[in-house]
């Protein structure tokens, strides 16, 4: 399978940059599975997502969470390179193996503008398709 990997440079919170994606896929029946860095950003990332708008619910679960039939989840949050939940898409916010990016159709990498030596790094590997910045709340292509 040949992935399609987009790179997005945010400018404000993390999970507010990355909710449009995950609703966006969720709305065209895609699975989502999000890897974090530590637990610490699974909990961010978690907490965000539930209060991220009055009119939009995401439905997920992260990997620290207990009774969830993990295969079922729509959107799973972990720091596991394990594609539990059997999800189409990835969100990634730390370098991943290139032979786990490869199990998706789409992967999304999100990064902050601290983050720039970092992308570059991982672009090497996984070769973005497209790149997107953050600007006065829209995203354009970089």
Request: aromatic letters at 12%; proline letters at 4%; a neutral charge.
């Amino acid at each position: 399978m040949t992935c399609e990997i987009s790179f997005y440079q945010y400018d404000d919170l993390l999970a507010r940059s990355l909710a449009p994606i995950v609703i966006k896929s969720l709305e065209d029946k895609k699975k989502v599975l999000i890897l974090c860095e530590s637990e610490k950003q699974i909990k961010e990332v978690d907490s965000t997502l539930w209060s991220y708008g009055r009119n939009k619910f995401i439905p997920h679960a992260t990997i620290l969470d207990k009774d969830f039939d993990i295969p079922r989840q729509p959107v799973l949050i972990t720091h596991n390179q394990e594609n539990l939940s059997q999800a189409d898409y990835l969100v990634f916010l730390t370098e991943p193996k290139t032979e786990f990016v490869e199990q998706f159709a789409r992967a999304f990498y999100f990064y902050g503008e601290s983050g720039g030596e970092n992308a570059k790094q991982i672009s090497k590997s996984l070769k973005p398709k497209n790149s997107f910045m953050k600007q006065d709340g829209k995203w354009i292509k970089a």
